[in-house]
């Protein structure tokens, strides 16, 4: 069984800081990785994607990717307290266009 | 209009009753799916279509029935629910593998009670 593990959280960080969210996968054969951010209620958007080995910016969010040790981070500089919402973790399934998600990631930031 | 539109947005049904979910995607994709996301549960991927073909069942119970008329329609047939089956329902389109896209993008989901 291919599986995304994510820290269920809840993860309470306050206003201005970073937050840290981690991921890691069992698929070896997974090629693409997808962070969604999912608040209450709503569904789940696509926030950031990456493909290779090392960082990938956009504005205050940063992926990092390790194919190695298998895991994925999002960091989120400078957080708000628009940026609390579950925070969900994707992996492709080795060769596949499926999409194997963790449980995600709660994160509350605090003013 | 947004990319991925799905309606109903709530839906009440017994367990005797028919129902049917609609997704429409106005992206351009070529890839559908059907997800389902319960409470403390990861999204669970049921359905895929690429280029109106069923590429992927995930074991999933034939009370649930899915159909894809064409590249940018989507339905989830419903009948005889039970009512562990009460979930939000969420469709995605995607380019697809032969796209060279794998990003999926999210309708706002279809919230289910089964009574």
């Known amino acids: 069984q291919k599986e995304v593990e994510q820290n269920s959280g809840p993860l309470s960080v306050p206003e201005g800081a970073i937050a840290s969210l981690n991921c890691t996968y069992s698929?070896?054969?997974?090629?693409?990785f997808f962070w969604y951010r999912q608040y209450s209620g709503k569904s789940p958007e696509l926030i950031m994607f990456?493909?290779?080995?090392g960082d990938k910016e956009d504005g205050r969010f940063t992926a990092q990717l390790n194919k190695a040790s298998q895991y994925v981070s999002l960091l989120i500089r400078d957080s708000q307290p628009s940026d609390s919402a579950t925070y969900l973790c994707?992996?492709?399934?080795?060769?596949?266009?499926?999409?194997?998600f963790g449980k995600g990631t709660k994160l509350t930031v605090n003013p | 209009e947004t990319g991925v539109t799905q309606t109903p947005r709530h839906l009440v049904m017994g367990m005797t009753n028919k129902k049917s979910l609609k997704c429409e995607q106005h992206?351009?994709?070529?890839?559908m799916y059907w997800y389902k996301q319960s409470a403390k549960k990861p999204l669970e991927l049921m359905f895929v279509?690429?280029?109106?073909?069923?590429?992927e069942n995930n074991s999933v119970p034939s009370r649930f029935s899915p159909e894809c008329p064409n590249s940018s329609h989507l339905f989830l047939h419903l009948h005889t629910l039970q009512p562990e089956d009460s979930a939000l329902y969420l469709c995605?389109?995607?380019?697809?593998?032969?796209?060279?896209?794998?990003?999926?993008?999210f309708g706002q989901g279809t919230r289910l009670t089964v009574v």
């Open positions: 992206l351009g994709h070529n890839a």
């Open positions: 995605a389109s995607s380019q697809g593998p032969r796209g060279g896209g794998t990003e999926a993008f």
């Open positions: 698929d070896r054969g997974s090629q693409s």
């Open positions: 994707a992996g492709t399934q080795g060769g596949s266009e499926k999409l194997v």
């Open positions: 279509y690429n280029f109106k073909e069923q590429t």
């Open positions: 990456i493909y290779s080995n």
